[in-house]
């Protein structure tokens, strides 16, 4: 015990006095989890908004004397402006054939010079994207209803405009711009489960979308919402930095690797890799000294186990000795660090780290020094409950929730950061490639990521029909993927909501079998393990 509190007392002592740590305004760069599908630099004006109860973070128009000052910078090869209508829940107009019309909530105008660049052409089956004032091009399955084709007339916005070209509708949903994100507006959606009604954002239908040319953006009243620059790599550190001083968010790749840049807050770190040695020291010795103890107290976990102490609470108490060494250590070592900055004071050594005397910086020593002990006395902790009790292991079982007739049923699976789009791109695939036979998927929905109390969430809404007996159940059902602030992990939750059914715990279990079905796939496929269910 003697060496665990010197040791410990040692680390928040070399903590506070040998490092730095300070968060300073500045352009934060991050590297982002995918491949860039082209080079270049995407410059975005993302924003928070609130739609409903929910809070998004959305581009939004880039204002004009900004598009003028970028157009003007030196160091550009090229700009291309792409145009685009805002996210509504109203229709932005209607497109009329001579057999029928459509509402329209979405149009899009990017330049044919710009949609090569970004691979924009390979989305076009037929024809062309538009170049002249009054040429449109449609989604096929927008053409497909309004029985039209390459060369006919539809009116749109007042305006009679040609059919140039016509769109492969899931190449489109499936394209992504250098921000992960799709290229076409959003939409706002209302949703209603359980009496209650939702509203939220998530990309416009294909059958709901146009796309026009740039040369009559500003007549339509289409503002900028994204610029894509080609710039001289000598140039490329220092016009990212400035424009991300702007406030704008800005996407650029370098070799193999897109990276973000934004104005935000930056730690600023001094000494951080030397605080690291005596880190890992300290949970060795913890280490060390704890799974010794383990064993040399066997005749004590034997005698805690007969009179009933479970496995969980033996542990416990290995975890709280640690704990106390920890708060023991924490207070000598801050009390050093003190009186190590009087003694370099009066032998007038420059310090180049900041000083660490407050009241924050003592909650923190002990905070870290609690975090390693019990990093350090974990493992043995664990061993002395199943020194006598082995057999006690610990196994998933799957509890659902029953709330208003609602099932919440937790998904065993914990999906890392980085691969939440991907996984989110597979489940709206999977859904709708599993509608087959009598088993029917539809209304797939997924949402737009929201900023919810406690972290963000996204929502995969989807209803499903399948036979039960005599009748067909019916299930509505939200697929929650929540990310918890400060984890990097998602985790699942279904809910569930059977509307016709023989019993309703029937419709709840086969809902959950068919999304099990869904993550067990996903999970094989990216090579992460799923929970026994």
Request: with cysteine; aromatic share 10%; net charge positive.
């Amino acid at each position: 015990a003697g060496l665990a509190i010197v040791s410990t007392a040692s680390m928040v002592w070399a903590i506070l006095v040998l490092t730095s740590y300070a968060s300073i305004k500045g352009v934060v760069r991050e590297i982002q989890p995918y491949s860039p599908s082209y080079t270049g630099v995407l410059v975005r004006n993302v924003q928070a908004v609130r739609v409903g109860e929910a809070l998004y973070r959305v581009p939004s128009f880039i204002p004009r004397e900004v598009v003028s000052m970028i157009e003007s910078e030196q160091g550009l090869l090229e700009v291309y402006v792409r145009y685009s209508s805002i996210f509504t829940q109203e229709p932005l107009t209607r497109i009329e054939s001579t057999k029928t019309s459509k509402e329209i909530y979405g149009a899009l105008a990017l330049s044919p010079e710009e949609a090569e660049v970004i691979g924009f052409t390979e989305v076009v089956s037929r024809g062309r994207l538009p170049i002249g004032e009054r040429e449109v091009a449609l989604p096929d399955v927008l053409a497909e209803e309004l029985a039209v084709d390459v060369k006919s007339r539809v009116m749109i916005f007042g305006k009679y405009f040609t059919v140039c070209g016509i769109l492969n509708s899931k190449r489109l949903s499936l394209f992504r711009d250098l921000d992960n994100r799709v290229v076409y507006p959003l939409k706002t959606y209302v949703h209603e489960y359980q009496e209650k009604v939702s509203v939220f954002l998530a990309p416009v239908k294909p059958d709901e979308l146009v796309v026009i040319s740039v040369k009559v953006a500003d007549e339509l009243g289409l503002e900028p919402v994204s610029l894509l620059l080609k710039v001289r790599k000598e140039k490329l550190e220092s016009l990212t930095e400035k424009l991300a001083y702007l406030g704008l968010n800005l996407w650029y790749t370098v070799g193999n690797k897109v990276y973000r840049a934004e104005y935000g807050n930056v730690l600023e770190v001094k000494g951080g890799l030397s605080a690291l040695i005596p880190v890992v020291i300290v949970v060795l010795n913890i280490f060390i000294i704890f799974i010794s103890a383990v064993y040399q107290r066997r005749q004590e976990v034997v005698i805690l186990s007969s009179v009933g102490v479970n496995p969980t609470h033996i542990t416990m108490i290995f975890i709280a000795e640690a704990l106390v060494l920890g708060i023991i250590a924490s207070g000598i070592g801050y009390v050093l660090s003190v009186a190590s900055y009087k003694v370099m004071a009066g032998l007038q050594a420059g310090l180049q780290v900041r000083q660490k005397v407050s009241a924050v910086w003592g909650i923190a020593s002990i905070v870290v020094a609690l975090t390693v002990a019990a990093l350090g006395a974990l493992y043995p902790a664990y061993k002395s409950a199943f020194i006598v009790v082995p057999s006690m292991l610990r196994r998933f079982r799957l509890e659902s929730e029953v709330k208003r007739g609602v099932y919440e049923i937790p998904i065993p699976l914990k999906i890392p950061e980085g691969l939440i789009e991907d996984f989110i791109k597979f489940a709206e695939k999977w859904l709708n490639k599993s509608s087959r036979g009598a088993e029917v998927i539809s209304d797939v929905l997924a949402t737009e990521e929201e900023v919810v109390e406690g972290g963000k969430m996204r929502r995969i809404i989807f209803t499903y029909e399948y036979p039960d007996g005599m009748i067909r159940a019916r299930t509505t059902n939200e697929l929650e993927v929540f990310l918890p602030r400060g984890e990097k992990f998602w985790h699942l939750r279904l809910k569930c909501l059977p509307v016709r059914f023989s019993f309703p715990a029937d419709a709840a279990y086969a809902t959950t079998r068919l999304v099990r079905k869904l993550v067990l796939e996903w999970s094989s496929r990216v090579k992460i393990k799923l929970e026994e269910l």
